[in-house]
């Protein structure tokens, strides 16, 4: 999904806010992609009653579940497959403008100082030191943020995940 500027800006500056307290702690992130980039809910809710929010609201709009298939060569039983369910916006402005969002998985963080020569970032979010084999460091979390900014807004990576070409790439 596409963002606007205004949210697309707002989630760059807050990964770029984040990255930049890695940093002065003297750490590379090394896996900065889209998925290691949570939205939380706004409000003051505490975690206990914002599942109890969550949960009621599934409870008061069940699911609708698609036409059962019958496959009897995989299974005697039918097969239920449920629709998405869209949960409600829990007090996230139309706007995005009170978004919040936060870096997690730091299982790749490497120290900064260190010769990191292993590449653990996803081809698509690869810095071109990592792809011609040289040291990298901070900077390169910072390419792959360019490389999220992107995407963000073009909803496409800006670099082919199937068939990556080094050369492109650089």
């Not at 949570?38 to 599934?58: C, E, F, T, W």
């Not at 360019?146 to 909803?155: K, Q, S, W």
Request: overall charge negative; some cysteine.
């Amino acid at each position: 999904m596409a963002f606007s500027l205004p949210v697309a800006k707002c989630i760059i500056r807050q990964t770029l806010q984040a990255l930049q307290l890695l940093h002065d702690c003297g750490y590379v992130h090394n896996d900065i992609k889209t998925n290691n980039i949570m939205a939380v809910l706004p409000g003051s809710r505490n975690r206990a009653s914002l599942s109890k929010d969550i949960q009621s609201y599934i409870e008061t709009h069940p699911a609708e579940t698609y036409e059962p298939l019958r496959l009897p060569g995989l299974t005697p039983e039918p097969i239920v497959t449920v629709k998405s369910q869209l949960l409600p916006d829990m007090d996230l402005r139309p706007d995005l403008s009170n978004l919040n969002i936060k870096l997690i998985d730091f299982g790749e963080a490497e120290p900064a100082g260190k010769r990191l020569m292993k590449s653990s970032q996803p081809s698509v979010f690869r810095p071109p030191e990592s792809i011609l084999g040289f040291s990298w460091s901070t900077p390169s979390d910072i390419w792959a943020v360019g490389c999220i900014a992107f995407e963000l807004v073009a909803d496409y990576h800006l670099f082919s995940q199937e068939d990556f070409d080094r050369a492109m790439h650089i």
